[in-house]
């Protein structure tokens, strides 16, 4: 299979076919689709469609800067890594790849619990501003040993993901015989036989150095539970007796910044905040759970008016364009997180695959602030999405001048 030159890759819809290329189709679509009927990932485009933005003339813009400061830190983009599982399947050692990417562009990484290269090995190979995505299984212990190994390995901020109570369905899955802890079975082995460029190029580079890719942040007890096989083979535990009480405890046992991903609603934005978080990711987990849910878009201006004088309020779920960052900052978010798109970018090229994918939302960000005519990303809150734009902060009129 031809790779063309990164550089010729111009958007996300390029790097996704790269991906679709290579993975095998399990792969592909346990990253690519939704859940159910899927009506949620297109609302999830539908929604940021749907908003359009008033530019603004003759500012001059020749200095803009897209660099923001979340929880005291400054990144060169409001922009972050998602969470995302098993992103070691896309490519050897690929949550070490994005991290790389991400640590160049300066901007933050959020390493899943459910990963395949361990949170240590991730810390050690690519540095940069690392958070910590916790998934909390019924045995809370267990998942506090993860929060306080996230400590010692040196990462810097929180994620506690509340909205995925039970498994989604996910029936491409079921049909593609792809489950977490990967396995090879008889529906996906001739799909994995089918894209030698994965089987020997990831998989191949697996079983040469470390084995059969698993789940590495999983404590022992819980590996081994996992352990059996066959038809009964059992699945990662559930979390659906998770309440605030739980978040309370994250709290307390973690000192760093506290996000809570998967807000929706805004009663829930502040009952975070009552429990201690110090952000919310407003987030419909990429389309991928409940398929009749809101669009994070949607849901994102009543929870900044709930909380965001008091709390770092991010998004995620559907950007595909620069100009939906510009779009989710124009209504309050303080930054966006991106799931999907590393994703596709590492499966294609590994690090630098994830670096054009981010280099290419930088470069969409950066033209939407020039056209829209804001010069920093204080001046994008201020846009409204349609009407008129209040309280412009930029180039206002000096004493004396013409009205
Ligand atoms: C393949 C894949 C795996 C994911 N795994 C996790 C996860 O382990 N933890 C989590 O909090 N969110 C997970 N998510 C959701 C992402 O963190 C994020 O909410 C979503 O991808 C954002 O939407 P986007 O892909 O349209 O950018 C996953 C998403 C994808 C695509």
Not at 144 to 158: I, N
Not at 208 to 230: I, V, W, Y
Not at 358 to 375: C, K, N, T, Y
């Amino acid at each position: 299979m031809f790779t063309p030159p990164l550089e010729q890759i111009l958007n996300l819809a390029q790097l996704r076919e790269l991906a679709r290329d290579v993975l095998p189709r399990g792969m592909f679509e346990y990253v690519d689709r939704g859940t159910e009927d899927e009506v949620l990932l297109r609302e999830n485009r539908d929604a940021f469609e749907r908003i359009r933005l008033r530019p603004r003339v003759l500012v001059d813009v020749s200095g803009r800067s897209a660099k923001v400061k979340l929880f005291g830190k400054e990144l060169s983009l409001p922009m972050a890594v998602a969470p995302t599982g098993a992103a070691g399947l896309m490519y050897h050692n690929g949550e070490v790849e994005i991290a790389r990417a991400a640590a160049k562009a300066g901007i933050p990484f959020s390493l899943s619990t459910y990963s395949i290269n361990s949170m240590e090995q991730v810390a050690d190979e690519a540095g940069g501003q690392l958070w910590f995505q916790l998934y909390m299984w019924p045995d809370r212990a267990m998942s506090h040993q993860l929060v306080a190994r996230a400590r010692s390995a040196g990462y810097e901020a929180l994620i506690t993901t509340v909205d995925t109570p039970t498994g989604p369905n996910r029936e491409y899955n079921a049909r593609n015989g792809f489950s977490l802890p990967f396995h090879i079975n008889r529906h996906n082995v001739w799909d994995l036989a089918a894209h030698p460029r994965w089987l020997f190029g990831v998989m191949g580079r697996y079983l040469a150095t470390s084995g059969m890719p698993r789940l590495e942040n999983l404590p022992d007890a819980l590996r081994h539970s996992l352990a059996a096989k066959g038809p009964k083979r059992p699945q990662l535990p559930k979390s659906d007796s998770l309440t605030w009480q739980d978040l309370r405890e994250v709290r307390r046992i973690w000192d760093g910044p506290l996000m809570v991903k998967g807000i929706l609603h805004a009663e829930d934005a502040r009952m975070a905040l009552a429990c201690g978080a110090d952000g919310v990711i407003v987030s419909n987990h990429g389309g991928r759970n409940l398929d009749c849910a809101v669009a994070s878009i949607d849901a994102l201006p009543e929870i900044v008016e709930a909380v965001g004088h008091r709390a770092e309020v991010m998004l995620d779920s559907g950007i595909r364009r620069g100009s939906d960052i510009a779009k989710a900052l124009a209504l309050g978010a303080k930054a966006v997180l991106v799931g999907r798109a590393p994703l596709w970018g590492v499966a294609a090229a590994g690090e630098r695959g994830a670096a054009r994918a981010i280099a290419i939302l930088a470069d969409e960000l950066d033209r939407s602030m020039a056209f829209l005519g804001v010069p920093s990303l204080d001046a994008l809150h201020c846009l409204q999405r349609s009407g008129h734009a209040a309280n412009w902060p930029i180039n206002p009129p000096s004493k004396g001048s013409a009205p």
